[in-house]
Nanobody, 113 residues
């Protein structure tokens, strides 16, 4: 399974950050993975943001739940992260992940006016 993140590298404060993860080598509906979004702010550790399962159920970090939405497009084998009302503290490298050993390369997102 290979994962690739895509989306804008710069988002303005108060706007919505939207990233897409394109999956190849496996289906997001038949592989029994949790399809995760994880981020790493500069100088900090990894933070799990949420996940969507092969059946479409979603789970969110309680710290981000009010601002986070994860969805999927099964026709494109993609899943998407939306994070609303962003601030500079949301600046991070964002990764999509399907468990140990299955990571996208990460994409830098900077929140700045």
């Amino acid at each position: 399974v290979q994962l690739q993140e895509s989306g804008p590298g710069l988002v303005k404060p108060s706007q919505t950050l939207s990233l897409t993860c394109t999956v190849s080598g496996g289906s997001i509906t038949t592989n029994y993975y949790y399809w995760n979004w994880i981020r790493q702010p500069p100088g900090k550790g990894l933070e799990w943001m949420g996940a969507i399962t092969y059946s479409g159920s979603t789970y969110y970090s309680p710290f981000l739940k009010s601002r986070t939405s994860i969805s999927r497009d099964t026709s494109k084998n993609q899943f998407t992260l939306q994070l609303g009302s962003v601030t500079p503290e949301d600046t991070a490298v964002y990764y999509c992940n399907a468990g140990p050993g299955y990571w996208g390369q990460g994409t830098q997102v900077t929140v700045s006016s």
